[in-house]
């Protein structure tokens, strides 16, 4: 059974930088798509990166393009969010996903069968 678990949310200022990180455990997902989604309160959980095992474009939202860094290290089985220039808008709980479909990385939660439970990040002014 894939376990993900994810680390490094915080408090922090607008404008200054996160990095998310997320453990996974089980079978190796070294091939699969790997993503992060964001629910802020009272708002539906929302794609913001994904990457696949294989090669590839990261493919991000709009609202994080030019400021989120998605990677992984397939060898430890960790993807990592790079979030940069933060700012109050990205206060949500991040979670991180697994797709074990081998293809381009999807932006629908539908798609993915494996969740972390999630790492608080808030965004003060």
């Known amino acids: 059974q894939e376990q993900l678990v994810e680390s490094g949310g915080g408090l922090v200022q607008a404008g200054t930088s996160l990095r998310l990180s997320c453990a996974a455990s089980?079978?190796?997902?070294?091939?699969?798509?790997l993503g992060w989604f964001r629910q802020a309160p009272g708002q539906e959980r929302a794609f913001v990166a994904g990457?696949?095992?294989?090669?590839?474009?990261?493919l991000y939202s709009q609202s994080v393009k030019g400021r989120f860094t998605i990677s992984r290290d397939n060898a430890k089985d960790i993807v990592f969010l790079q979030l940069n220039n933060l700012k109050v808008e990205d206060t949500a709980i991040y979670y991180c996903a697994a797709d074990p479909r081998v293809q381009g990385v999807s932006d629908q939660r539908v798609d993915y069968d494996y969740w972390g439970q999630g790492t608080q990040v808030t965004v003060s002014s």
């Open positions: 089980g079978q190796t997902l070294s091939r699969y798509v």
């Open positions: 990457i696949t095992g294989v090669g590839g474009p990261p």
